[in-house]
């Protein structure tokens, strides 16, 4: 059975750098669309971006378009997420997931499914 883990959050300063690494084990990631979601405090979790599984179409929020970067290492089963230009608003619990179905996930942005532990972003001076 397919399992994700987050890992790559810490502290940072607005106008900095993270990445983000997902890992998969117990199957392989080749025929799965990668969602990352978050959530911030007192907020409904929100998708962030999305990569397919075939031709690696990327999908984005509109609020980090053109700062975070998705991409897929299949032959390390690891999904990453490149989040540059941070922002105090980017603070939040940060998960991966990840579905067959690349339309529900990535353009509606819907998941139903367990939900790792996440890794914690926090954008602060």
């Known amino acids: 059975q397919l399992q994700l883990v987050e890992s790559g959050g810490g502290l940072v300063q607005p106008g900095g750098s993270l990445r983000l690494s997902c890992a998969a084990s117990g199957s392989t990631l080749d025929y799965y669309a990668i969602g990352w979601f978050r959530q911030a405090p007192g907020k409904e979790r929100e998708g962030v971006s999305c990569?397919?599984?075939?031709?690696?179409?990327?999908y984005y929020a509109d609020s980090v378009k053109g700062r975070f970067t998705i991409s897929r290492d299949n032959a390390k089963n690891t999904v990453y997420l490149q989040m540059n230009s941070l922002k105090p608003e980017d603070t939040a619990v940060y998960y991966c997931?990840?579905?067959?179905?690349?339309?529900?996930?990535?353009?509606?942005?819907?998941?139903?499914?367990?939900w790792g532990q996440g890794t914690q972003v926090t954008v602060s001076s």
């Open positions: 990569i397919s599984s075939s031709d690696g179409t990327t």
């Open positions: 997931v990840a579905s067959p179905d690349v339309f529900r996930l990535c353009v509606l942005w819907g998941y139903i499914g367990s």
